[in-house]
């Protein structure tokens, strides 16, 4: 708990530069983002859920999540919206891009779920990704101190720069661009990091190889 609240006072959660990232990749896009709801208790009032930043710019823009009570309230306030779970999903539509934000390091069944991925996305369409870069000092402190560097008890797995583009490769995906990113830390000297440990983020494009 307490390196959690460290983490949060040191990093804040402004999402600016992940918004910065990845909004240019949707602009006037039909857009798929599955786990779209996130962890926050009322996505819809939270001014840094990415979700309502993508949508506000997409052309089209439809969230997917098994969360089905968060889902149909927010359908009500005027979202797009399917109930649905990220490792069985099978639609009818086809989008020019597809969203997984802080979402592969909860699935058990990666090949499930990029085939559903495969399934949805054009033929020259776009997967975005973001997950935890598990070398931050965030994560590294945690091991030092307790043994284990998993920040969320709901991970069950996790990807650095380098197994994150072996992972995609395998089922079907070439990375276009990748880079490591972090809300705007609050603490100047962490700018004296290297990037690998400062950044708490990895965010990924990636295109079909096949």
Request: aromatic share 10%.
């Amino acid at each position: 708990m307490y390196l959690n609240y460290m983490s949060k006072f040191i990093l804040g959660r402004d999402q600016g530069r992940k918004a910065q990232f990845f909004v240019p990749y949707v602009e006037g896009r039909k857009v798929l983002d599955i786990g779209f709801i996130g962890d926050s208790a009322d996505p819809h009032e939270d001014q840094q859920w990415l979700h309502r930043k993508i949508k506000c710019v997409a052309r089209e823009c439809v969230g997917l999540d098994k969360n089905k009570e968060k889902a149909l309230e927010l359908k009500a306030k005027g979202y797009q919206v399917i109930v649905g779970d990220a490792q069985c999903f099978h639609l009818e539509d086809e989008y020019e891009v597809v969203c997984a934000f802080d979402l592969i390091e909860h699935i058990e069944d990666l090949k499930s779920f990029f085939n559903g991925v495969h399934a949805a996305l054009g033929e020259k369409g776009k997967l975005l990704i973001s997950t935890p870069n598990p070398w931050s000092f965030i994560s590294l402190m945690r091991c030092i101190v307790k043994g284990g560097g998993n920040l969320n008890k709901d991970h069950v797995g996790w990807f650095c720069m380098e197994t994150l583009p072996a992972m995609l490769k395998r089922h079907g995906f070439k990375i276009e661009r990748m880079e490591l990113g972090s809300p705007q830390p609050r603490l100047y000297i962490l700018k004296l990091l290297p990037k690998i440990f400062r950044h708490t983020s990895i965010y990924a494009v990636a295109v079909k190889s096949q």
